[in-house]
Structure formats: C-alpha cells, structure tokens
C-alpha cells in the first residue's frame, strides 16, 4: 500500500553532481522523518542523513559539506543533492521514511529499492 521509489541516480564524474529523489505514494496519513542510507560494494548500509518534519537535518561526517538533504512535504518528497562526488561515495543509495498510515497509529519503517550511483575514477 505505501511505496517508497528513488530515482536519480546514475554515473557520474569526480567532482561532478547528481540530485536524488524519493517519491511517497499510497495510504498515508503522515510522515515522519526521511533519510538516506547507503550501502558501499562489500560493506554494510551506512547512514547518510536525514530530516525531520520541521526541516531539521543530520548528515554523516564524510558528507558534510557535500550534500544537501531537503523535502516536499506537500508532494511527499525527498530529495538529496549531492556536489563535489568522489569514488568513495559509488553505492546503492537507498530512502527511508517513518509513515503512519491512519490517524492515531504507530509510525511505521518503510524502505525504497534503491538507486545505483557511480562515480568515475
């Protein structure tokens, strides 16, 4: 019922720009905050950042700086802008969100498919 979709990733240069999306559709009431994870070939899914209901945001220290998380509350939408890339961020980067399906209920873990990203040596 409720379906989290990335889109926007890609290959990429060093040093160039990529802007991830993470579409919300289904039966929701509400969400609550979104993230990005990411998952490093051979390594387990990192965290990436994240953002609350009221914009406020977290980023892991090897992004800060470097990418920009922000959403669309109205379109149930988030986005990652990412700038300056390196090899080192070449993952599946994958969105997260905390929903609540009717009023009243608990808040719920949804997770998206994910979305390649390469960056080019």
């Known amino acids: 019922q409720v379906q989290l979709m990335e889109s926007g990733g890609g290959l990429v240069q060093i040093g160039g720009s990529l802007r991830l999306s993470c579409a919300a559709s289904g039966s929701i009431f509400s969400i609550n905050t979104m993230g990005w994870y990411r998952q490093l070939p051979g390594k387990q899914r990192e965290f990436v950042a994240s953002?609350?209901?009221?914009?406020?945001?977290r980023y892991v220290d090897s992004v800060k700086g470097r990418f920009i998380i922000s959403r669309d509350n109205e379109k149930n939408t988030m986005y990652l802008q990412m700038n300056s890339l390196k090899s080192e961020d070449t993952a599946v980067y994958y969105c997260?969100?905390?929903?609540?399906?009717?009023?009243?209920?608990?808040?719920?873990?949804?997770w998206g498919q994910g979305t390649q990203v390469t960056v080019s040596s």
């Open positions: 953002i609350s209901r009221v914009g406020s945001t």
């Open positions: 997260n969100a905390w929903i609540s399906k009717y009023s009243g209920t608990s808040w719920d873990d949804y």
